[in-house]
């Protein structure tokens, strides 16, 4: 059975309460929550106080982290050191990390092991980032040397994965096969757009994904989390609770 996951960032203290009392209702099963830097002093005791499972997501090129680059080495440790503070604060079973952008992935899978935490999910990446850099990770030749020189586990983004099949013209059905057989503990869903340079998250039926084709493969996989990464476009989470009871359907009904 899929355990079915809200993303939020670290600073989203707005979410928190009905978060709380969707969670009660049993709306969705646990929180991946995005690390944003410098976030740990004023709100780890808020997401504390709501009891709900967590899987964190460690911060990314966005916020300055690029594990692919030798000179953010120092950087790259004093942002995981607070990561780190999370994951034990809010007892995170998983850390889902990206590997980088640009730089060479021989220095992502250095820093990844340098920062020696068995609880690390490799993520793939789209071939570009919206900034239009060359992300390491992408394709599966990558991801799998990263995941055997770290012996870490992955996680399987959906529309990165239709991303880079698009890119290097690859069956769609097929690359998610692929990336399947390394066994993620984690995936990220939402819809997307073909024909863009970068990975585009979309609420469920706003793109062009055919969820129908890969339906039997993850279901199969056996994959037991799945986190929403779809835009909360309303205030509150009427979009999550509306993608969300779309995945259910998609997921639990033929």
């Not at 039926?205 to 969820?211: K, L, M």
């Amino acid at each position: 059975m899929i355990q079915y996951g809200l993303k939020l960032w670290s600073n989203n203290e707005k979410y928190v309460k009905e978060a709380a009392q969707l969670y009660a209702e049993g709306v969705y099963d646990y929180i991946e929550l995005y690390i944003v830097p410098e976030t740990y002093q004023r709100y780890i005791k808020i997401w504390q106080s709501v009891s709900i499972p967590f899987i964190l997501h460690c911060t990314h090129s966005i916020h300055g982290f690029n594990l692919a680059i030798k000179e953010k080495l120092d950087s790259n440790l004093s942002i995981f050191s607070e990561v780190k503070n999370f994951a034990e604060g809010l007892n995170a079973g998983y850390i889902v990390v990206h590997p980088g952008v640009e730089g060479a992935v021989s220095e992502s899978i250095r820093q990844i092991i340098l920062l020696g935490d068995r609880r690390l999910l490799v993520e793939n990446k789209p071939y570009f980032s919206m900034y239009g850099d060359r992300c390491r990770g992408a394709t599966i030749e990558e991801l799998r040397e990263i995941m055997k020189a770290c012996d870490s586990g992955s996680c399987l983004d959906i529309s990165h994965a239709l991303n880079v099949s698009w890119n290097l013209k690859k069956d769609h059905a097929a690359y998610i096969r692929e990336l399947l057989s390394l066994s993620p503990k984690l995936i990220h869903i939402s819809d997307g757009i073909f024909m863009r340079n970068h990975e585009s998250h979309l609420s469920i039926g706003e793109g062009e994904f055919d969820f129908s084709s890969i339906r039997e493969l993850i279901l199969n996989s056996g994959v037991q989390k799945m986190t929403l990464e779809t835009p909360k476009k309303n205030e509150g989470l009427s979009d999550f609770i509306r993608d969300l009871t779309k995945v259910r359907q998609i997921f639990h009904h033929a």
